[in-house]
């Protein structure tokens, strides 16, 4: 059973636009979790990441929010542009400091059209 | 150079052959991973290695062996492999704190490009 679950395979979303991904969990001992982004042909690489003692953070155009009472985060991407298309991985922690305890969703696909 | 660099990008190899992965990083990073990224299926952790020592072997069959002769190279020794085998194989790296006396925050993974095994 997964326990990180990224429900939509694929999102598309205009230029300018906003982009919402989301992210389900089950494991109420998750406590830190991130994003990674990846290009075709390329590994994933870190977008964001936020700990369970905040419920937003923000890096530039990328803000992700905690809600940990519903076990759902999001990453907001705005304004949304073309070369934001990729898939996007959810990966969250129970272990803090412990990248061999990540759980990974399997990704959602975001096209962002001109 | 690229901060993580796996070779070859693409490989078809049958079941009865042998080959390996390699996987070279630049960073200074500390621990290295095998990742297996299947249709359908998360990320799955195979191996890790933290200074040079397996730290984690995800009962992986033994038709893949993993090696790691120092901090910048990890190998993925491949023999008699199954249709099911082929995947994108990814190699990561990152700074263990956890390993290097540090207070342990999650250090992001660096991935490269990954192989593209077919079995046939």
């Known amino acids: 059973d997964q326990q990180v679950k990224q429900n939509s395979p694929s999102l598309s979303v205009q230029e300018g636009r906003i982009s919402i991904l989301n992210c389900d969990y089950t494991?109420?001992?998750?406590?830190?979790f991130l994003w990674y982004k990846k290009y075709p042909a390329e590994g994933p690489t870190f977008l964001i990441s936020?700990?369970?003692i905040k419920d937003k953070n923000e890096d530039g155009r990328f803000t992700v929010f905690l809600n940990k009472s519903a076990k759902h985060l999001s990453l907001h991407i705005v304004p949304s542009q073309p070369g934001d298309s990729a898939v996007y991985f959810c990966?969250?922690?129970?272990?803090?400091?412990?990248?061999?305890?990540?759980?990974w969703g399997l990704g959602t696909s975001l096209a962002v059209n001109p | 150079e690229t901060g993580v660099t796996q070779t070859p990008r693409h490989l078809v190899m049958g079941m009865t052959n042998k080959k390996s992965l390699k996987c070279e990083q630049h960073?200074?990073?500390?621990?290295m991973y095998w990742y297996k990224q299947s249709a359908k299926k998360p990320l799955e952790l195979m191996f890790v290695?933290?200074?040079?020592?397996?730290?984690e072997n995800n009962s992986v069959p033994s038709r893949f062996s993993p090696e790691c002769p120092n901090s910048s190279h990890l190998f993925l020794h491949l023999h008699t492999l199954q249709p099911e085998d082929s995947a994108l194989y990814l190699c990561?790296?990152?700074?263990?704190?956890?390993?290097?006396?540090?207070?342990?925050?999650?250090?992001?993974?660096?991935f490269g490009s990954g192989t593209q095994l077919s079995v046939l």
């Open positions: 990561a790296s990152s700074q263990d704190l956890t390993r290097s006396g540090g207070a342990g925050t999650n250090e992001k993974l660096f």
């Open positions: 960073l200074g990073h500390n621990a």
């Open positions: 290695y933290s200074l040079e020592e397996r730290v």
């Open positions: 494991n109420s001992m998750f406590d830190y």
């Open positions: 936020i700990s369970s």
């Open positions: 990966a969250a922690s129970a272990h803090p400091g412990n990248n061999r305890k990540l759980i």
